[in-house]
């Protein structure tokens, strides 16, 4: 009855390299259920792919095209050879929430450590793109153009805060949302045992259908988040990115 | 920066307070649990690296390559259909020329009977005049012969 009993990581195959611990967790087994999923779904879509696509392939495309837009639109022209890296982005934690809503499954991106991961190669990414592009020109980012140069010594500190708030925005802001969702669904389903528990079945049953309505209504609700939160993380990243790509827009 | 904010966020985290300070039978959040730390990060790179793979090397290549099939497919279907108005264009004109002729030479042969049968008809009833005036002129003598004749017998 702990909602967050969910969250614990459970070992299924103990390993380890070097003295440290990587088992194969319920966590990752999602992951790769997510990979498989993404993978999946995509090479299903396009078995057989014709000229005028079919339905599982119409949505394939879309997808493709739409993440290809969101570059476009966010990270520039520039940001076309990224269009990988984004989709994957997308499609992995999509498939992480989505498939986190599943009653007894795992949510991966309800942890802290996986969205901060995530959230760290985006920003890793991103900067090594900025200097490998601009070089020691880079840092100018921390300076917006023509803004009054006696500002330097308020506005340097101020940009440099909220570049380097930049990963912790990303990860903390997917992080919470998951968890939060996740924990409100399995509270209300513990009202309606505690209502059973303690009324009794016949008056708890009808007792219990409020929390489930609830629960049905936040369970849509999960499935909107989950998809505003991958987009939410995909679009972020390339705006990052077209700061690194272009610096000043 | 912007910080988009869906609504659930500040329930959640009266929710989490409120959970925290509820008698917990893990010790704290599973979130917090250093131990599970390296598993995760090993799982997460082994799996977003391998569907970044998947992805940039296997199915990426064949979505893009098939949209831009189709689109070589539109622009050029696009390309033979324009080419094939342009011929109708031309062959329409040049139909157009052949009635045109067609028209003027039937007009020119209707003009050129026309002209040869009123022709052919004065010239017919000239003749059947001139037939007939001889006619007439031999009669009248014949009559004027035998009237002459029976009064002569008289």
Known sequence: MDPLHQFTVETIVPLAIGGVD???????????????????????????????????????????????????????????????????????????????ILPGSFTFTSHLVVTMALAMLVFVVTTAIGFARHGMAYFGIFFPPGAPKWMAPVLIPIEIMSFVARPIGLAVRLFANMMAGHTMLKVFAGFSVMAIEAVGLAGGLALAIGPVAVNVALTGFEALVAVLQAYVFMVLTCLYLRDALEMHH | MKTLRTPIAPIAAGAIVALGAAPAQAAGLPQLDISTFPTQLFWLTVSFGLLYGLMSRVTLPRVDRLISERDATVASNLEEAERLRREAKIMAAQCEQRIAKARHQAEAMAEATHVDGEERIRVALAAAAARNTAAGRASSANDRTAALSLSATR
């Open chain 1, 22 to 100: 990587i088992s194969f967790s319920n966590s990752a087994l999602w992951m790769l259920l997510a990979v498989a999923a993404v993978f999946g779904i995509m090479e299903l879509g396009l078995r057989g792919a014709r000229l005028v696509p079919g339905r599982l392939q119409s949505l394939i495309e879309a997808l493709y095209s739409f993440v290809v837009k969101t570059a476009k639109d966010n990270a520039g022209p520039q940001g076309r050879p990224f269009v990988p890296f984004i989709l994957t982005l997308f499609t992995f934690i999509l498939a992480g929430n989505l498939l986190g």
